[in-house]
């Protein structure tokens, strides 16, 4: 026997044109209402994850202090000209009072952030090199500065220096800027070694 279409009280089931247009209307509606308000909120998520990344990566390095027993120095190196992207680099000291930051075996700096042979270079002399940067964080940079907004420029890069004891010898100060929402933080690092973020 041939199937059937069946029919409950002779109509057909399914949902009618004007209950389709109303449900799109609502979804419209909604997306309307909140799309917006997410996209707002959006730039302050990301600054705010930029800023707590690099409170931990800051607090690492002052443990890695403790734990080496040498000194511990984190570099904020001035955004990338090309890809505008900021990065910064946690070097390992070779001594625990006045340790030497040049290139091992030279008397040269190494570049902000180091290039894949002088980090090469301070691994072979047993100085762990970590480079980061906020390309997780999109409109993000760091700063010498908030008031005024103050770039950071070759040769003047901000550093914090922890001792094996915690402290610091140098007070210091950098910030985050987020370009798009305009906020900015900075970064304090008192001699005690601790850091305050206002």
């Known amino acids: ?53 690099l409170k931990g990566d800051i607090n690492s390095a002052r443990l890695r202090a403790l734990e080496i027993r040498r000194r511990c120095r984190v570099e904020f190196c001035k955004p990338d000209p090309v890809s505008g992207i900021s990065s910064y680099q946690i070097i390992d000291g070779n001594h625990a009072l006045s340790s030497t930051w040049t290139v091992p075996g030279t008397t040269n700096p190494p570049a902000c952030p180091m290039t894949a042979a002088e980090q090469a270079t301070f691994n072979a002399a047993g100085r762990q090199v970590t480079i980061n940067n906020f390309n997780e964080f999109p409109q993000v940079k760091l700063m010498a500065k908030c008031s005024p907004l103050t770039a950071i420029t070759s040769g003047s890069e901000p550093t914090f220096i922890f001792s094996p004891q915690g402290t610091a010898p140098f007070i210091g100060r950098v910030s985050v800027y987020h370009s798009g929402s305009k906020d900015c933080q900075s970064f304090y690092l008192s001699v005690a070694g601790r850091l305050r973020i206002q």
């Open 1 to 53: 026997m041939p199937g059937k279409i069946s029919k409950k009280g002779g109509r057909q089931q399914g949902f009618t044109l004007l209950e389709l247009m109303i449900v799109v209307a609502i979804t419209g509606l909604m997306a309307a209402i909140t799309i917006p308000a997410y996209l707002s909120w959006k730039p302050g998520y990301v600054f705010r994850g930029a800023v707590s990344h």
